[in-house]
């Protein structure tokens, strides 16, 4: 039986991995920060974001064989690399905690505003506990195949709202200092990379055609970005910076601006599925890093995933008192308490890599 998962399958988990942060706290907070610039802040970010990149995929590089939990150990030896993978399995809980909060307060106020959130959670849950019931070779077939059906959702989205574009809304460019740029391009980094480090609970020895991964792995990439920057360009060329800035899900409004040969009108619900194929695939690809490092400390009764995800649920729905105060402490705090330790520790990992290698 060939265990062996597509390179293509693997490289489409980056693509939506990368999107999860954005909905309704990235999108709007670089919004409203950098106004009609925010497109320049997402080329730049995007740059910035392939040095990163290229620090995962060395990581990634690392004992081929081995997944992170053990890579970590092996360079930092037994008792270092168990706290490390502690902090990082809580990193996780944390990043899944915010994703199942985050698609019941988007579906509360896009779709089934008279729905009990427990509800919601649930149902979404279902498919993320049986999809990791699988293994990553499932996962990432399906990933691939959502992933098609959202390239044809944004190739819909751009034929409905390329002839609204007012360019005098995009303009002046470069009104803003380039340190308010810049930092609000390695805040695009940090929401758009960080998360997929869970990737790495994945041996590269696993993968087929090696060859051509990392091809493959920046070609998602890309495509992310440039789904980001039409986003972007879009948004602001539409409503304008001073009116964007107002909206909650800048990107859901955006969708309700489509009419197709002047009858076609309401699809926003249908298009706007990209962002719930987002959230699922990262509660997917969170989930399986947990349940993962579940099988790494020898733990395979199933019980102990279903109490994570019950607790994961009880607290998602308990975390924020209202959606604004939510929304605050995830767009000031998530950089500090998730994206920058994971930068930090991959950079480290990555020095202490290559000193090794030398000295072999």
Request: overall charge positive; glycine content about 4%.
């Amino acid at each position: 039986m060939n265990t062996k998962i597509s390179n293509k399958g693997f490289s489409s988990l980056i693509f939506f991995t990368s999107q999860a942060m954005f909905l309704g706290v990235g999108i709007t907070q670089i919004i409203n920060s950098s106004k009609q610039n925010s497109p320049l802040v997402v080329i730049l970010g995007s740059i910035l974001g392939l040095c990163v990149l290229y620090l995962f995929l060395k990581l990634f590089n690392y004992e081929k064989d081995l997944n992170i939990f053990l890579k970590l150990e092996k360079l930092y030896g037994k008792v270092i690399g168990n706290i490390l993978n502690i902090l990082l399995v809580l990193l996780v809980a944390f990043y899944f905690i915010y994703t199942l909060w985050s698609i019941q307060i988007y579906i509360q106020n896009k779709y089934l505003d008279k729905t009990p959130s427990i509800i919601i959670l649930i149902l979404f849950l279902i498919p993320i506990i049986y999809s990791i019931s699988k293994d990553i070779k499932t996962i990432s077939k399906l990933s691939l195949i959502i992933f098609i059906i959202a390239i044809f959702e944004i190739l819909l989205s751009i034929f409905g709202l390329v002839n609204l574009i007012e360019i005098d809304n995009l303009k002046p460019f470069f009104d803003t200092t380039f340190s308010n740029i810049l930092k609000n391009s390695l805040y695009f980094v940090s929401y758009f990379l960080t998360p997929t480090f869970m990737l790495l609970t994945v041996p590269k020895n696993q993968i087929e055609n090696q060859k051509s991964l990392n091809k493959h792995i920046i070609i998602f990439y890309i495509f992310g970005c440039i789904n980001f920057l039409l986003l972007f360009t879009f948004i602001i060329g539409i409503f304008g910076s001073e009116l964007a800035s107002l909206f909650y899900y800048p990107e859901f409004t955006l969708l309700k601006k489509i009419n197709y040969f002047d009858f076609i009108q309401h699809v926003e619900n249908i298009l706007s599925t990209q962002w719930l194929f987002s959230l699922f695939i990262s509660g997917v690809t969170s989930l399986y890093y947990v349940n993962k490092y579940l099988n790494y400390k020898n733990i395979n009764k199933k019980i102990f995933l279903y109490i994570f995800v019950l607790v994961a649920l009880i607290i998602s729905t308990m975390l924020f008192k209202n959606t604004t105060i939510g929304y605050n402490l995830v767009r000031n705090y998530f950089v500090f308490i998730y994206s920058i330790p994971i930068l930090i520790l991959v950079i480290i990992s990555v020095i202490i890599s290559k000193f090794k290698k030398s000295k072999n």
